[in-house]
């Protein structure tokens, strides 16, 4: 029924024209028209808003303007090659070419081999089109404002690694998913949503320990008036605290973060070593000279600017306190496994469409292959990137909703342990560290802001602020 509606609806449409169509709409009132909107909101606010008075100084107001208005800037120009590149791949049939390629290419015979040469062929094209700009991202935007830490050599080694990675699980979970589709037939969607639970669940246990090490350092935390606290915190609220380790982020960046992972009891507690204060951060083992700034590489003008600004960055114990009772919040309500849950509805959704468009052969035609082509994986390429694009575009703004409400939740259990004071402080705090603008526009805000702004998580926390 769902297919001989759909095949009805699009006998006289081209899927790609549509495809395109619907991406550069969105381009107009995203990237263009909602951005610019942001823009003008930065633009327009010339001090500190009167939450924030005696807290932010015109100075970092200012600071946070050129931020903001680099970061937008740099993403419009982005945003456009993005547009003007994905127009003409699709109008030029690259997708096509390089499936030719593939096959052409490929060590192996049948659809799979084929399908992961095409991945990894793309994939080496991706990275060598988004490099430029994630260099001028990194050594121009993030330099320009102080937040860049890393080295050329640092970075590199870090894309090469990245590529890799990404390259081999992108490899075998694909070949997984087309081995379980030739397998199961009919209702495959099942088998798929279930390998990719299985994936999920699998990924979420190894990452930390075997896969995040091989971009960054973690220690423990050392002993001491702020582990000790921490400590009592998670006794306190019967968290399952089995780890409590402190990430080397310094050496990426000067942006910080919290977070926590794991397993029914076996959670454990990540600390950027950028929200501590110096004083609270531990030593690290030695890393090669390449992945930081040595001194020698600084002048005397740069080391004292960096001691000024850097030794006033980071949170104090009760502040680290407030942030953790916060994710705390989110262990309480179950977060993370109602976002998990989730997203596997969303995945076994995206399979049914799959299973029930597979036997489309307009699918193929319309994006430009031979209408004999009888590979899966182009279906699932077709279905995944363009027919569900507006469906994904709902579903995004559905779940930034969702996320915005889990965070007021959080903050709330925070507030309800006596935090309240502490998490306004290191909100604001953690705001102004990461030269973040205190004012949005409501709109772009509510489409792509993942947590509240900083007002709105300060005026909730106000309602019942501890004196």
Not at 67 to 96: E, K
């Amino acid at each position: 029924m769902f297919l001989k509606l759909f095949q009805d609806a699009i006998s006289h449409v081209n899927l790609m024209h549509l495809s395109i169509g619907w991406k550069s709409f969105m381009f107009v009132v995203d990237d263009l028209w909602l951005s610019l909107r942001n823009r003008n909101a930065v633009k327009n606010c010339t001090k500190p808003p009167p939450e924030l008075e005696g807290t932010m100084t015109q100075e970092t107001l200012e600071k946070a303007r050129s931020y903001n208005l680099d970061r937008s800037a740099f993403g419009l120009v982005y945003g456009c090659w993005q547009q003007v590149t994905g127009t003409a791949m699709l109008l030029y049939g690259f997708m096509p070419f390089m499936w030719r390629i593939a096959g052409e290419y490929s060590p192996l015979s049948g659809n799979t081999a084929q399908a992961i040469t095409f991945l990894v062929f793309s994939t080496i094209i991706e990275v060598f089109l988004e490099t430029p700009w994630s260099l001028y991202s990194t050594f121009v935007v993030e330099e320009k404002h102080g937040f860049n830490k890393q080295t050329l050599g640092f970075f590199i080694k870090d894309q090469i690694k990245k590529l890799a990675l990404n390259v081999v699980l992108t490899s075998v979970i694909m070949s997984l998913l087309l081995a379980v589709i030739d397998w199961a037939g009919e209702n495959f969607f099942i088998y798929c949503t279930l390998l990719v639970v299985g994936i999920s669940v699998f990924m979420f246990a190894v990452y930390h320990d075997y896969i995040a090490p091989l971009f960054d350092t973690f220690v423990p935390l050392p002993e001491g008036n702020l582990r000790t606290k921490i400590e009592e915190l998670a006794a306190s609220l019967k968290f399952p605290l089995r780890k409590l380790e402190v990430v080397r982020g310094s050496v990426r960046s000067s942006h910080s973060n919290a977070y926590f992972y794991g397993f029914g009891k076996n959670k454990r507690i990540v600390l950027f070593d950028t929200l501590l204060l110096p004083t609270d951060r531990p030593s690290f083992p030695e890393v090669e000279k390449d992945e930081e700034k040595t001194a020698n590489a600084s002048t005397e003008e740069e080391d004292s600017k960096k001691d000024s600004t850097e030794d006033t960055k980071g949170c104090n114990v009760d502040e680290v306190l407030s942030v953790l009772s916060h994710e705390m919040g989110h262990w309480h309500h179950n977060h993370v496994l109602k976002g998990f849950i989730r997203g596997q509805v969303n995945i076994m959704f995206m399979f049914f469409i799959l299973e029930q468009l597979s036997e489309t052969p307009q699918l193929l035609t319309d994006f430009g292959f031979a209408p004999g082509e009888n590979a899966k994986f182009l279906f699932l390429m077709i279905v995944f990137s363009h027919i569900l694009s507006p469906l994904n575009t709902v579903i995004g703004i559905a779940q930034t909703y969702l996320t915005r409400v889990y965070e007021f939740q959080a903050d709330e259990f925070a507030k309800n342990l006596g935090k309240a004071a502490a998490l306004q402080r290191a909100l604001i705090k953690l705001n102004q560290d990461n030269l973040g603008f205190p004012v949005s526009d409501p709109i772009y805000s509510a489409v792509h802001h993942s947590h509240p702004t900083l007002l709105q998580r300060i005026r909730a926390l106000k309602d019942k602020k501890e004196e």
